[in-house]
């Protein structure tokens, strides 16, 4: 028996490679296919099902493209209705691979359908349990992808009833593979690590800890942030069906001149600066939201830009594809092409950003300027800048609205990644005097700024 788990840092998210025999099965795979397929060759063996927990809501899944390149069969749990051919499994059903057993445990709550799925091995012993979003290390799925459907209390409590009935009764050294890991907002707060135990779970997790299904309830459902608009899209193509990523990819890698990139720029396209925040501030295109391929890309699209809005992007020479590709794992497909040599080739005057160290913030403070943290609640909770305003870059730009835009505002997150985001949105809106600070909030602790700790709603 071999087991792999391979996961993407910039979405958070687990797949699993399993194999017995020469037999495999690949669960929750990301939109590209070949690493998947490249590991089963490597390995000699031939993937025979492809297992799916659920509708993902936060990246399209390459369940289709997958089982269509290997002729594997597509494996959701019950309750799941597709466009497309697939094995609703019953509730404890089981597959067969190579010499150990799969089985499905439906576990409503997160979604209707959402399926854990329980390894038994060599020996028949209950071995490891794949959940999913149902059971996170240290977090739960969140119950509120249904709104219109069903509420996000009843989706709640047949929440507390799966874990109760099918994850709390396995035995404390199976181990626990979930979903997604920290920084997924599939969760509230998911723990650091990305695999667990069943014992340990049930000591730490607090979701595991509640006594009647009404304090679970409440638990679970405060607090929770809105899921960012593309959820529900990602879920309906994940239902519905896809283009194969080698169609989107060919449509969407177009290099564009200049004229080109201002033509599509003036038809309404959004222009997209993939690079590091570093080499934004000190030269961009105007009007260019800054959002780094060297953090969590795709969720910050998914968070801040409507995914039926069409893209340009500026990328640096040789990061074109991965940005194209990284932007389809979550569903963004309306790529017009990107800038041909990048910012370089850009005739006209660049825009900069001014940054400035933590140690001359109260420069600038006593000069008038506001300081704007934009990190998540959990983390302004945490402790923040007593002098500091919250407005969390996820909220905007609905939040800005009581903002002076003839006041200057020092901007700050945690590290600098999200505060380059915070400025270039809010230039686009007409911001003009805005400042960075590099490092962010760590920066500023460690230059011995005062900070508070208070609690903040959700």
Not at 28 to 54: M, Q, W
Not at 135 to 155: A, K, T, W, Y
Not at 223 to 245: C, T, V, W
Not at 256 to 276: H, P, W, Y
């Amino acid at each position: 028996m071999y087991i792999e788990q391979l996961y993407t840092n910039c979405l958070a998210e687990a797949a699993y490679y399993i194999e017995s025999e020469g037999e495999a099965v690949i669960i929750d795979p990301l939109r590209e296919t070949e690493p998947y397929i490249a590991l089963a060759k490597k390995r000699n063996s031939k993937i025979r099902y492809v297992f799916e927990t659920h509708f993902h809501a936060d990246f399209v899944s390459g369940h289709i493209d997958l089982a269509r390149e290997v002729d594997a069969t597509i494996v959701y749990g019950p309750k799941a209705e597709t466009a497309y051919n697939i094995h609703s499994a019953s509730d404890g059903e089981e597959f067969k691979v190579g010499k150990i057993t799969l089985r499905v445990l439906h576990t409503p709550g997160h979604t209707p359908e959402s399926s854990c799925f329980l390894l038994i091995d060599e020996n028949g012993n209950d071995y490891a349990v794949f959940t999913g979003d149902t059971l996170f290390v240290g977090d739960v799925g969140r119950p509120d992808l249904l709104d219109g459907v069903m509420s996000r209390e009843e989706l709640a409590g047949m929440l507390y009833d799966s874990l109760n009935k099918k994850i709390k009764t396995l035995a404390d050294d199976v181990i626990v593979y979930p979903g997604h890991g920290p920084g997924s907002s599939c969760g509230k707060n998911i723990g650091k690590e990305t695999y667990s135990t069943i014992g340990v779970q049930k000591k730490f997790n607090y979701a595991l800890k509640s006594r009647t299904k009404e304090e679970f309830i409440e638990q679970v459902t405060d607090g929770i942030l809105p899921p960012p608009s593309y959820f529900f899209e990602d879920a309906r193509i994940n239902k519905q069906g896809y283009d194969s990523i080698e169609s989107v990819m060919k449509s969407n890698n177009n290099p564009l001149s200049v004229q080109e990139f201002k033509d599509a720029v003036a038809k309404g396209a959004l222009i997209l600066d993939t690079r590091n925040p570093d080499d934004f501030e000190i030269g961009f295109v105007e009007d260019s939201l800054n959002i780094g391929l060297n953090g969590q890309y795709a969720v910050w699209v998914g968070t801040l830009i409507d995914i039926k809005k069409p893209l340009v992007l500026v990328a640096d020479p040789g990061k074109e594809e991965e940005a194209i590709l990284r932007l389809a794992r979550v569903g963004y497909e309306n790529v017009v092409g990107y800038l041909k040599g990048g910012v370089s080739a850009w005739p006209e005057k660049l825009q900069t950003v001014k940054s400035i160290a933590a140690e001359d913030m109260k420069e600038q403070m006593n000069a008038g300027a506001e300081v704007l943290d934009v990190r998540k609640p959990g983390e302004w909770s945490s402790g923040h800048l007593e002098e500091a305003k919250f407005y969390p870059l996820a909220n905007m730009p609905s939040n800005l609205n009581d903002l002076d835009k003839s006041t200057t505002y020092v901007v700050h997150c945690g590290g600098g990644y999200r505060s380059m985001m915070a400025i270039s949105l809010m230039r686009k809106l007409g911001f003009t005097k805005l400042i960075n600070v590099y490092g962010g909030f760590g920066a500023m602790v460690n230059a011995g700024m005062k900070v508070v700790s208070e609690s903040v709603a959700a």
